[in-house]
């Protein structure tokens, strides 16, 4: 694929994720601005009061630990089954420019946090939403990277569902991206 079509797919991909549930919320739901932040949990209190702003930053980080550790678990287990084949992300990773790249460390995860866990979740359930996130991930071509987004989107799922907040499943995801990002650019995994 050209690598103007790579850009303009993931930016495509990107703004249909964000503009979804918004225009959605307002000509479905009748929501405002307001509203419909608050109906995708991304909710200002969660930075304010200045407790509210320390609870998601710890919440993301261990958020992001856990992400970290269900995916060497994943990795063991795929290993020992011979169904890892992360290789096929990497390879595809590694042949993107760096547009692309930034738009999957910073854009996506944003994007794709709103829409999946944000919208789809509140709308369809869990289960639903989980698996259409797991399954918008095959493109890598790769039955490790699909059953990592079903389990860490699961994960991430249950958290918003308990804590209906969005914040620290977006930075917590986006912390994972970039050091997916950075390790199949390294060869790490290969």
Known sequence: M???NRILNAIAISLFFFFIPFLFLKYKKKLNLNKSLAYLSLKKSAFFPLKNLFRTISDSIVLFITLI????VLAFVLMLFGFYDLQKVA???QTLPPSVLF????????TEEIFFRGFLQKRFGLIASTAIFG???MFYGSISEI????LLGAFLGIYVE???NLFPAIFAHVAYNALSVATALMGVGQ
């Open 2 to 4: 050209a690598v103007e």
């Open 69 to 72: 550790a269900i995916t060497f």
């Open 91 to 93: 390879t595809i990773i």
């Open 103 to 110: 738009i999957a460390i910073f854009i996506s995860p944003i």
């Open 135 to 137: 399954f918008s991930h």
């Open 147 to 150: 059953l990592g987004a079903l």
């Open 162 to 164: 308990k804590k209906k």
